[in-house]
């Protein structure tokens, strides 16, 4: 009754939605970095969205299944088999007890979702299974641990017949590597920095560093200094981006410490951090500023092709 | 409340109220007030809060509501209302004051010697005096179940390591600058160690998770090596929860 890791591959976390309302406490809200993608690799597998699943970084994940099911795998392009026949990503697949499911390594992209029907049956930790390895919480076996080789990740079999289903091209995202632009919007400690360096932050040509992980990703561009080099800690939401003494923006997602003391010049689009997550060390990016109310309706439009998700899927098998 | 504040915007679901430029117990009563009155206003479209020294940082559902009204909810938060909401009894409602042992040595506490020493004081000097002080919780952050604890009495503070070290072990109980701390878990860290806390000041499996919150009033007692020990203590530097170096 499980799905058992042969390899946990680069790096590979047990996600759901993520861990909200313990702040207070300094914890962090974890949860999948391409949220979208995570989400499709759910509803593939008729799961409610924010159902557990596996988010692969990079990818070289190998598990064996032991029940009836059915899985989906989304997000960057990994090469994927099942008894080492190729599979297609962002369609759903029955698996039978036996089956060997290999990932290969992105092509394109950074992170993979791996769903599977029912989603996996692990006990939360406050009130949430994302793990965060940093504060030791979440996970398997709830401190925290990525997967590794040897783990038994409980889920139910399929009983009925299960349809297979596909997400249609054009609502797949192709994660360009190259020119992207993210959306920002200003706020913070924006009157720290001069207009001048406010018109430098969007216009600027910026690259991924090599320094990029889950709690924020580092980016290199031309030196940003805003009149302030510190203030009081105080909190940080998702998608903020600070500027530490080196002038080199770093923008704070999912397993960021929720309080810090570096300016910000304002917060990324939540539905940009996907797009971020997927880039890869030397890709090139711009920013976009935008106001508040242009973000809350863009999130809304967003969200709209997810209210009705199971309904944009082509089904392929019953 | 003094009418000082300004909200800002920080993210696309995020406003963050700024009460004063230097942190006070006022202005930490301040935030824990309007916190709690954030939190009641708006009930379901609240997704987290983050108090801190002089701000709070309040996070809402944007499928549910928006900017506008969420800073006209902060706003009605921030308004001074009667008397009686503001005495002394309703400020302290919610605040504890918590009392947690500390086994004060070089043994366990590697930098006693150098505080003491910057301070021009003695061993037993600074252990008085950090044990003196009644501290308030300004802030949880950093990591779960980190608490800024302040003030620390200008004699004692002592500037960071200039090297932070590698493996700070859990329950160090630390000083930098005004501020101290104890660690809640094993994790790097710059500040300095005069002692260890057999408390633990974070346990995800037990209820409440933390012995104390923001807002909370905290004093150190001193306790020799056997009641730290007898406490649950531990004292190899090692006592780590497997997280990496």
Known sequence: MSLNIIKPGIYSLLQDGGRYGYHSMGITSGGPLDRDAFRWANILCENPQESAAIEITVGGLIIESTIKTTLALTGADI??????????????????????????????????????????????????????????????????????????????????????????????????????????????????????????????????????????????????????????????????????ADGQPIILLNDRQTMGGYPKIGSLLSVDIGKLAQLSAGSQLRFEAISIDQAQSLLINHEKQFLNGPGKLIKTSN | MSGQQTISIAGENALIVYFSDTPSEKTSREIAQTAKKVSTYLGANLIDLVPSYASLLVIFDPFKTDHHSVRRAIRTALKPTTKSTTSASQQTNSASRVTLPVYYSSESGPDLQLVADSAGLSQQEVIAIHQQTEYLVYAIGFAPGFAYLGEVDPRIATTRLATPRQQVPR???????????????????????????????????????????????????????????????????????????
């Open chain 1, 79 to 244: 090469p994927i088999s099942i008894n080492k026949q190729p599979v297609e990503l962002w369609q759903s697949h029955a698996i039978n007890p036996g089956d060997r499911i290999e990932l290969g390594f992105a092509r394109r992209g950074s992170r993979g979702y791996l769903a599977v029907k029912g989603g996996f049956k692990i006990e939360p930790i406050f009130k949430s299974i994302a793990t965060v390895p940093r504060e030791g919480l979440g996970g398997l076996n709830a401190d925290g641990s990525p997967l590794k080789a040897g783990d038994i990740l409980p889920c139910e079999p399929t009983t009925e017949q299960t349809s297979q289903w596909q997400l249609p091209e054009h609502l797949r995202p192709d994660y360009p590597q190259n020119s992207v632009r993210l959306r920002v919007v200003l706020g913070y400690q924006q009157d720290a920095f001069s207009d001048a360096q406010k018109q430098q932050f969007v216009n600027a040509q910026y690259r991924v560093s090599k320094n990029c992980d889950r709690m924020g990703y580092r980016l290199e561009g031309p030196e940003i200094s805003p009149a302030i080099d510190g203030i009081l800690s105080e909190g940080i939401c998702l998608g903020a981006i600070q500027f530490p």
């Open chain 2, 171 to 245: 329950g160090a109980v630390a000083i930098a600058d005004r501020q101290t701390a104890v660690y809640p878990a094993q994790s790097p860290g710059g500040w300095n160690l005069i002692g260890l806390c057999p408390t633990l000041m974070f346990d995800p499996k037990s209820t409440p998770s933390m012995p104390i919150k923001v807002g909370d009033q905290v004093r150190f007692e001193a306790v020799d090596r056997a009641t730290f020990i007898a406490l649950g203590g531990e004292l190899s530097l090692g006592n780590k929860l497997g997280d990496k170096p």
